[in-house]
């Protein structure tokens, strides 16, 4: 296995004593364990994993209303859940109530202690207590594992809940806040606590450093007896991987009911933007999912609420719904999409409120963050033909002999492969991240009782590929480095080290929720940033609260937060990366300019923040290729549309979602051929591999533009440290790794004999006209002269896809136009602060106000579609990053183009003529110096002057120059 393993050593790893220094918190090593369900026995039913009573109670008796009427916690709680259960006019139930918060939980508690075993409410208090509270380092388990420890300590008198009782509650709150009073009862005289705690142990996995606590047990002197012999019962158990196989195996034949939707389903149709805001809340999201009316789909309330009766008919035929679809996943890195598809097709998770697990999606493609997000939650997805399935049809999955079986007739209707040997382990693991953190957990418990650390005996472990490249690609030397090794080839499992994660804000909160299950209390991703670009400007009231709040949980981990109102995060993000490093992001476009990125959902996200290392299947990769030059007006956008163009002329792309072709799909995109583009430049190409549904994407620069960038960003980090951005600590080291890197500066190159899955050749002397996306699908690709005509009513310049060059571009245009008004609604959201005083200060506001446009505050505006919209069914020419059917606006038609088209197309009411684009266009070659100029923070004296009164301690120098050696 490649990268670093951080349960390798005792103590911290230098990236978790760096976290943990930084946040103040208790040294994280790294996560040698995910939580796996307590002592409960379980088995599979009907194809999901399904626990008994005693782990779950009964849906109904969870929810019940039937209360006595003195206890003041539960008049409260009970009318939450009438409301809860009124929701979607009461279809499947309502929706669960939500989990028990801090204050409710010390409510709560309270209650329990001044009540007496006798009392009628007394079973439905403890209930509450042991099935409501999120695990983890969820402030509300901070409060339940308080009060447990103390019952379990015998410091205040139990009341409902025994000592013994207290302590297996205890463990089944998965880690954190549970772990020390378990680990001081393994030492105590009680024989009952202390081998009950033993039992408890045995199925925690995020253990973190007390690991070594209950090995100094086991192995010191001083310990009693009776105190090492739990210790070592613990280490036998974790050496043992009782945790994993203590779990029902997944069966050879699954019996499930298919719910197909055919087509296309992005992450879109599944978690749609306009409800970004309820994304942490599960059950509340879900409702959502699926909300537009398309073929064979009947919405419950359109456009509100989805298939909910369609759903709930097809789960009286009494086995699990399997998602099924032609091309799924496509679009955003949302795992609240999955979270949607498992909240009406998974199964409870013991303990562990308003969350599901496993079930089963099948796909013609998947795509790989979706994929990815879904072996995170312990689902099984499948690649496979689905012509043969239909709405209603009951198959069998015959999972071990890749055979998909019509239930009616006994006949095959389909075969399959898994995508990996250990697809089977991950799934009854819970999920590859628990699959990951225990297996480590086993090797280092075998290592600590002096056995062999491999641990093949139980698990599959990923298989080498047996046809090893002559010459590795830039990407597969980056993940290399990352592994401390020359190259990865493809298909090659492994962990590079993270050196920079992103997180945006409606996925924020469910990547804090994320770490919160995972117990981490500080970071040991190098660096880790938080961005608010997509609520800052049409806030709802939760978004409020996250924006006062978010920011706190992520500085108090070592990680540095943004503003609302600073912009979109990959503006800022990109600015604080190291050459030839790896990173990850829950954002599909964090594609770096520099290095590459993996971009994941918020469960990936978390993981690798917390344990600075990102489970990687190697991908292959396609070579894009670019000679000639550039002609006369034709931009970089243009370039950006010419891969999908070229690809579906070449037949390695189709728009057909039966059967798609994608030669893109889950490789790496790598580029060549335009060496001295600027990084803002860059990124323009790399940020729109997302739509070509790529794992990542390179491209290769040469030294000089990448120099220029880092000296410029420098300055602006430590601009930001005198600006009171935190954490100072981090960026400081991010600052002293950038001076190492520009001291030496080294780029890696792709070896002369590397190989590609394919390689596309694009001859910038035969584009000649602008290359647009067609409404719908940024796939669907047509020249400009196809298309000229058409009228136009919106035009939006913004998004990620855009720098400061894109607005001076289309400011001199609209300075040029012959007309005072626009025949068009015109919205201008330029993607920093620092973008819109710079084209404040050139005065490029006064022309944009002049000509009447819509400014908008920076970051993501109208390309998400969740803050300000489109008018519905209007025709649109945005600069944004995708246009999947009702993104920008119900029923709207968005063409993709570049920020010059789309200006022109804003003056001309309609797309022009090629003639009419090259007129308007003419001047602007003559300008290009001034136009296309960026923002180098070295040269602007307000940035120059702050970072003069920055300096970096001599701590984070040391601190990175070790980093940069791993």
Not at 246 to 275: C, H, M, W, Y
Not at 388 to 400: A, P, R
Not at 720 to 728: Q, V
């Amino acid at each position: 296995m490649l990268g670093r393993i951080a349960t390798a050593r005792r103590g911290a790893s230098i990236l978790g004593r760096q976290a943990a220094k930084r946040s103040g918190a208790a040294p994280l090593s790294t996560l040698i364990g995910a939580a796996s369900s307590a002592q409960t026995e379980s088995k599979w039913i009907g194809g999901g994993l399904k626990f008994d009573s005693r782990a779950i109670p009964a849906h109904a008796a969870s929810y019940s209303t039937s209360r006595p009427l003195n206890s003041a916690f539960l008049a409260a709680y009970d009318e939450h859940v009438s409301e809860r259960a009124a929701m979607a006019d009461g279809k499947m139930g309502g929706i669960a109530p939500k989990p028990l918060d801090a204050a409710q939980c010390s409510e709560l508690v309270e209650e329990i202690k001044a009540a007496s075993a006798g009392d009628a409410n007394a079973d439905r208090l403890v209930e509450l207590l042991s099935e409501r509270v999120p695990p983890g380092v969820d402030e509300a388990a901070y409060v339940k594992a308080s009060y447990l420890s103390a019952v379990a300590l015998g410091e205040v008198p139990a009341t409902l809940i025994s000592q013994v009782r207290a302590v297996e509650l205890l463990g089944t709150m998965q880690g954190g806040y549970n772990v020390g009073t378990l680990v001081t009862l393994l030492s105590g005289a009680d024989d009952d606590l202390r081998n009950c705690a033993a039992q408890q142990l045995k199925h925690i996995l995020l253990v973190f450093d007390a690991f070594y606590d209950i090995e100094d047990i086991y192995n010191s002197d001083s310990s009693t007896p009776e105190a090492k012999a739990a210790a070592a019962s613990v280490l036998e158990s974790w050496a043992d991987a009782e945790w994993y196989l203590s779990r029902p195996e997944v069966p050879d034949k699954i019996t499930v009911t298919v719910f197909k939707v055919t087509g296309e389903t992005n992450t879109d149709d599944l978690s749609p933007a306009q409800d970004a805001w309820s994304r942490p809340d599960i059950p509340l999201h879900a409702l959502a999912m699926l909300k537009n009316s398309r073929e064979g789909i009947d919405p419950e309330v359109d456009g509100e609420i989805g298939p909910l009766g369609q759903m709930e008919e097809l789960m009286k035929k009494g086995h699990p719904l399997a998602y099924v679809g032609d091309v799924v996943g496509t679009g955003s890195s949302r795992k609240s999409a999955t979270n949607s598809v498992l909240w009406f097709m998974g199964e409870d998770m013991p303990y562990v409120p308003n969350i599901k697990s496993g079930g089963v999606c099948i796909g013609g493609k998947i795509a790989p963050i979706f994929f990815n997000t879904m072996e995170d939650s312990g689902a099984l997805p499948i690649e496979m033909d689905v012509n043969g399935l239909n709405t209603g049809d009951v198959i069998d999955i015959y999972t071990k002999e890749g055979e998909v079986v019509d239930a009616a007739c006994d006949e095959v209707v389909a075969k399959f492969d898994l995508k990996t040997n250990v697809l089977l382990d991950e799934v009854r693991a819970g999920g590859r991240i628990p699959l990951i953190i225990g297996r480590g957990l086993t090797g280092k418990a075998r290592v600590a009782l002096g056995r062999d650390g491999g641990v093949s005996d139980i698990f599959q472990m990923p298989i080498d590929p047996t046809d090893v490249p002559r010459g590795f690609s830039l990407a597969q030397k980056m993940v290399g480095k990352a592994c401390g090794v020359d190259g990865v080839p493809p298909g090659k499992y492994c962990e590079p080290a993270m050196t920079t994660v992103g997180s945006q804000d409606t996925t924020g909160p469910m990547t804090r929720d994320e770490l919160k299950s995972l117990a981490c209390l500080g970071f040991s991703a190098d660096l880790v940033m938080q961005s608010f670009c997509h609520t800052a400007a049409y806030p709802k009231p939760v978004d409020v609260v996250t924006h006062h709040t978010l920011p706190d949980f992520i500085q108090t981990r070592g990680g540095v937060s943004l503003r609302p109102g600073d912009g979109i995060i990959h503006s800022w993000l990109n600015r604080m990366l190291v050459p030839d490093t790896v990173g990850t992001g829950g954002d599909s476009h964090t594609r770096f300019p520099l290095g590459v990125s993996f971009p994941a959902g918020s469960g990936l996200v978390a993981f690798a923040a917390a344990t600075g290392i990102f489970p990687l299947d190697m991908p292959e990769s396609v070579l894009v290729r670019f000679t000639g030059k550039m002609q006369p007006g034709i931009t970089l956008r243009d370039l950006v549309q010419a891969i999908p163009y070229t690809a579906l002329k070449n037949g390695l792309l189709t728009t057909e979602k039966k059967g798609k072709i994608n030669v893109f799909s889950g490789r790496v995109l790598e580029i060549e051929g335009l060496p001295d583009l600027k990084c803002e430049q860059a990124f323009e190409l790399s940020d729109a591999s997302a739509e070509r549904s790529a794992a990542g994407c390179t491209i290769k620069l040469n030294k000089e533009p990448v120099i220029e960038y880092l000296n410029s960003n420098v300055v602006m980090l430590k601009w930001m440290i005198s600006e009171g951005y935190g954490d100072p600590r981090t960026l400081e080291r991010r600052i002293a790794r950038m001076e190492d890197w520009l001291a030496q500066p080294d780029l890696m190159e792709a070896d002369p004999n590397a190989e590609y899955a394919e390689i596309i050749e694009i001859n910038m002397d035969d584009i000649k006209e602008p290359i647009l996306a067609l409404p719908n699908d940024p796939d669907a690709s047509a020249l400009l002269s196809e298309v000229a005509g058409d009228k136009v009513d919106e035009v939006f310049i913004g998004s990620c896809m855009t720098n400061i060059g894109h607005f001076r571009a289309a400011g001199k245009l609209l300075a040029d136009r012959a007309t005072a008004t626009l025949p068009t609604k015109l919205w201008i959201a330029p993607p920093t602060k620092m973008d819109e005083a710079q084209l404040t200060e050139e005065g490029y506001y006064s022309t944009f106000g002049t000509a009447g446009a819509r400014t908008e505050m920076p970051g993501c505006s109208l390309c998400m579609g969740n803050q300000a919209r489109v008018e519905p069914g209007c025709t649109t020419v945005s600069t944004s990053t995708r246009n999947f059917p009702n993104r920008l606006g119900q029923g709207s038609n968005v063409y993709l183009a570049s920020a010059e088209l789309a200006a022109v197309a804003s003056i001309e009411g309609e797309l022009p003529s090629v003639e009419t684009y090259m007129k308007h266009m003419a001047n602007m070659d003559a300008v290009a110096a001034d136009t296309y100029r960026y923002l180098n923070f070295d040269q602007l004296p307000k940035f120059v002057e702050a970072s003069d009164r920055v300096e970096i301690s001599e701590e984070m120098k040391a601190a990175a120059k070790k980093l940069s050696l791993l």
